[in-house]
């Protein structure tokens, strides 16, 4: 029986409302975090002609989402407006999309029958803060709930069996949208995977099958010969700078409890369930005949869409907390959160069932509104700005408590940030350049001088600190900046990983490093006295490691042919690579010469 058109237009009228919903609660949080800032100094740098770098002459993939950079590109040299308005902008667009794309899939798999589609799972999404906190914050998470709905939305729409046959167009198309998942952020091919891996299994015939993967697999492919060519590494440096490869299961389990526990999520789980139970009960005409067990009878059904989503949302999830999870709370766990709610982003109230099928769902789906006022009013983290044994922390409250601005958006709102004032300032009055390092008073920095001669027009400055988007965004782009943890500082981000450091902040390059790498004065006075002139040589003369002096070379020469090659064969090589941070051990490794004591003063 074909739904009363009074319940399609209510649940178009929720749709519409939750829509609005996801679109005022992120407005309402809008921000754009020190890690979206990184993004956009990678994008002054493309529309300035330096290439996707972080510093000029320095090829370093600091952004984990390659797609998302140049979307972001694309939208700020078309409109010529501020960046951060840009990323703002699209930001809300695609959170807004993604949330309505999410529950219009769903809803096409209850098309045909007699029922009236509240929303329910996208509900329970938008309602979760760090949902809403990362609506925005200039970082992917919009670009990656937005690849997963899109994606959902056409699965749906190529296993309704309505159509007996899906078009070889539709099917073209996804495989298209599914071989991006690389693109939008590495970790996304577990669903991008999954979902191409189902297009192959169900269409008939081989040459449909190869246009499949030639389709999804030519744009990545692509981008990773070029990526191994250009950074000399087969993925971003990002995932080398937090060793992403590595397990911590025990700081991942406290970030999915620091998650689920605040907000109570076993909450909505649980009645969301008999929801979930109705998605997969298959409508009898989309059931397979007893004579038809092909694989395009079984795969092809909303049934396995539901598991398709359920399966690829516990992988994603099980990957967050295997290696660690993150520093800010909640983020890499919303994606897997998405993906579980998918199946649920609306359920279906019975028309035709009775009147006790009606209450019960009515009331399932009350308990989810209830609970969504409760977490949305919930503050998941009541430590608020500080950073706890977990290292953990509500980014959005820290950094608008420590910038003194709700919604800090601007990169000049970061100025008022401890020490970025005083940044700008020890720039100016230090004409000549040199190495600015943060002291321990918030109101001064630390300048190492460059060596006489000074060039005309000054040597260049380097700034070595941790927080780059707020650093490199209030600075120009002939300013390098560095930071001990790696990931715009390949040296940084190649040294071994500290044991129980803080999740995602578990490198860090003694500054010694940094004095011997920009060839900076090397002596006191010169050098701060918390430095010592002995490991500054000690570093000098690590910095001749083969294979170090190979890795820098990688990225720092000049972009011809044979670096190019050079680069593709040896990208595995480096992405392995990794030496010990302090020099001394480091010479022992490479077996080189000591430096000579220096005389005594």
Not at 153 to 158: A, H, I, Q, S, Y
Not at 370 to 390: D, E, I, L, N
Request: glycine share 8%.
């Amino acid at each position: 029986m074909e739904t009363p058109r009074w319940a399609r237009v209510t649940g178009a009228v929720g749709i519409v409302v939750v829509g609005i919903l996801a679109f005022v609660g992120a407005w309402d949080r809008r921000w754009i975090a020190d890690d979206g800032l990184i993004v956009l100094r990678t994008v002054r740098n493309l529309l300035a002609g330096n290439g996707p770098v972080f510093n000029a002459g320095e090829r370093v993939e600091t952004n984990t989402s390659a797609a998302w950079t140049y979307v972001v590109y694309a939208f700020s040299w078309l409109s010529g407006v501020r960046l951060e308005y840009v990323v703002l902008t699209i930001a809300l667009v695609l959170t807004t999309a993604a949330v309505v794309v999410a529950m219009i899939g769903t809803a096409r798999l209850y098309s045909g029958r007699a029922v009236l589609v509240l929303p329910a799972g996208a509900i329970v999404y938008i309602a979760v803060p760090p949902a809403r906190d990362f609506a925005t914050s200039g970082l992917e998470s919009c670009l990656v709930i937005f690849w997963i709905a899109v994606l959902w939305w056409l699965m749906v729409r190529w296993a309704d069996r309505r159509q007996p046959t899906p078009s070889p167009a539709l099917v073209l198309v996804i495989a298209f949208w599914g071989g991006l998942s690389p693109l939008v952020r590495p970790e996304l091919v577990i669903v991008g995977g999954l979902a191409l891996l189902m297009l192959v299994i169900a269409s008939p015939g081989w040459v449909l099958r190869g246009a499949i993967v030639v389709v999804a697999g030519l744009l990545p492919v692509v981008y990773q010969i070029w990526r191994m060519g250009y950074y000399a590494l087969p993925y971003p440096n990002t995932a080398v700078s937090k060793d992403a490869g590595g397990a911590k299961w025990a700081q991942g389990s406290t970030y999915l409890w620091n998650l689920v526990g605040p907000y109570a999520l076993w909450v909505p789980a649980l009645l969301v369930l008999g929801g979930a139970l109705i998605a997969l009960t298959r409508q009898q005409r989309s059931r397979p005949s007893r004579g038809d067990v092909s694989l395009l009878s079984r795969v092809r059904t909303p049934g396995a869409m539901v598991t398709f989503a359920l399966v690829a949302g516990l992988i994603s999830a099980v990957y967050a907390v295997r290696v660690g999870g993150d520093f800010m709370h909640g983020r890499t766990l919303l994606p897997a959160l998405f993906l579980l709610l998918l199946p649920v982003a609306v359920v279906p109230i019975p028309l035709r069932r009775g009147t006790v099928a009606l209450v019960s769902c009515v009331a399932l789906w009350l308990g989810i509104v209830v609970w969504a006022v409760f977490a949305a009013t919930t503050t998941g983290m009541p430590q608020g700005t500080t950073v706890g044994r977990s290292g953990i922390v509500d980014e959005r409250a820290f950094y608008s408590q420590n910038t003194g601005h709700r919604h800090p958006i601007l990169a000049s709102d970061y100025l008022d940030y401890p020490r970025m004032r005083a940044m700008v300032q020890t720039i100016e009055n230090t004409p000549d350049g040199g190495l600015l390092l943060p002291s321990a008073q918030f109101t001064y920095w630390d300048v190492v001088p460059p060596p006489l001669p000074i060039p005309e027009g000054g040597a260049e400055h380097v700034v070595y600190f941790l927080n780059l988007g707020m650093t490199s965004m209030n600075v120009g782009l002939d300013v390098r900046v560095l930071d001990q943890m790696g990931l715009a500082y390949p040296l940084a981000a190649h040294t071994e990983r500290l044991d129980n450091g803080r999740i995602g902040h578990d490198k860090n390059l003694y500054t010694d490093w940094v004095v011997a790498d920009t060839g900076m004065v090397d002596v006191h006075p010169f050098l701060p006295f918390y430095l010592d002139e002995e490991w500054v040589d000690q570093a000098q003369v690590a910095l001749t490691c083969p294979q170090t002096q190979a890795l820098l070379t990688s990225y720092r020469s000049d972009l011809t042919r044979a670096r190019f090659i050079q680069n593709f064969k040896s990208a595995l090589d480096f992405a392995a690579y990794r030496f010990d941070r302090v020099p001394e051990y480091e010479i022992q490794r490479c077996n080189l010469e000591p430096p000579p004591e220096r005389p005594a003063p």
